[in-house]
């Protein structure tokens, strides 16, 4: 381990990054640490898998009786320094209620928001871009005016498949499910279902190709 360490000083000092570095082993202590307090706050309702490797914070955010399962080989980057994409670096994943988010394995954030209120499933070997937000839940009532301000909109469940790649700044809102292999490119805003092994694209979302 101390070898390894000083091979990758002696490689960095070549292309002049030890201070990244250095900052990628601060990031990824500080990552690992944070992790394992919020699951001694939250216990059972927050489970993640071993072999994580997070940069940064994630804010975890629990509000009822829901849970965040994570498995395995999850990948987060919650750190500002370590993308150079990411406006909002931290990782926000919140519950509310008996919400549900159920994260599979080798799945990769980058400065992502996601919030459930009823429940959000993101497949294996999923890849969510820079200031991504995924939401099962419209925020306020669309009608009438005075009760957006008293009156929270309708939720319904977002499923995610595998194998999906979502470009960053997207936006994916409540009741879709993303097809199996399909992309979704930079800026999307998604509002209906997306094809299995699919291109979407645009405001709203449209599907632009079938990938095989």
Not at 90 to 118: F, K, W, Y
Request: aromatic share 8%.
């Amino acid at each position: 381990m101390v070898y390894s360490f000083i091979r990758k000083v002696v490689i960095a000092h070549r292309s002049r990054d030890i201070p990244f570095l250095l900052y990628s082993r601060y990031s990824r202590f500080v990552g690992k640490v944070s992790t394992r307090l919020s699951v001694l706050l939250y216990g059972r309702r927050l489970r993640i898998a071993p072999a994580h490797d997070v940069w940064g914070v994630i804010r975890f955010m629990i509000h009822g009786e829901g849970s965040i399962t994570i498995g395995k080989d999850f990948h987060a980057v919650s750190a500002r320094r370590r993308s150079f994409l990411t406006l909002f670096s931290p990782c926000h994943l919140s519950v509310m209620g008996d919400g549900r988010i159920l994260i599979g394995e080798h799945v990769g954030l980058n400065g992502t928001t996601i919030a459930a209120r009823q429940r959000i499933t993101i497949g294996d070997n999923t890849m969510i871009g820079p200031n991504t937000i995924i939401v099962d839940f419209d925020g306020h009532a669309a009608w009438p005016p005075e009760d957006r301000w008293i009156k929270s909109g309708p939720a319904a469940d977002v499923v995610i498949g595998n194998d999906v790649w979502i470009g960053m700044n997207s936006i994916i809102l409540k009741g879709v499910t993303v097809g199996a292999g399909s992309i979704i490119a930079a800026g999307s805003v998604v509002t209906r279902d997306v094809d299995p092994q699919s291109l979407y694209a645009g405001n709203p979302a449209l599907k632009i190709k079938s990938l095989c």
